[in-house]
Nanobody
């Protein structure tokens, strides 16, 4: 079970930090991803990280602004979001890729948490 938290309202240029925790003992074997879904759109990758943390991918528009990280001892993955823009407004989801890779495509993710709303005002 994945539980995302940390969403909320921020002004453009501000920061938020999302967390996604799980109680499972297999967290360290999962690749983890953050996705977002804007109204009327499909979920899209924001960032993903492999089980070891050595492989990381970002969606182009968040490169240099967002940072994904994980703490396997705490069974938690984070998304630090800086320099927020109104177009970052969406529901953000964390998800687990049981193959361990942390890939871009939603279809590779087996477990999804409930979303957390991020709203960025201009």
């Amino acid at each position: 079970q994945l539980q995302a938290s940390g969403g909320g309202l921020a002004q453009a240029g501000g920061s938020l930090r999302l967390s996604c925790a799980t109680s499972g003992r297999t967290f360290s074997s999962y690749g983890m991803g953050w996705f977002r879904q804007a109204p009327g759109k499909e979920p899209a990758i924001v960032a993903a990280i492999s089980r070891s943390g050595g492989g990381i991918v970002y969606e182009d528009s968040v490169k240099g602004r967002f940072t994904i990280s994980r703490d396997n001892a705490k069974n938690t993955v984070y998304l630090q979001m800086n320099s927020l823009r109104p177009e970052d407004t969406a529901v953000y989801y964390c998800a687990a890729d049981t193959t361990g890779y942390g890939r871009r495509q939603p279809r590779y993710y087996d477990y999804w948490g409930k979303g957390t709303q991020v709203t960025v005002s201009s």
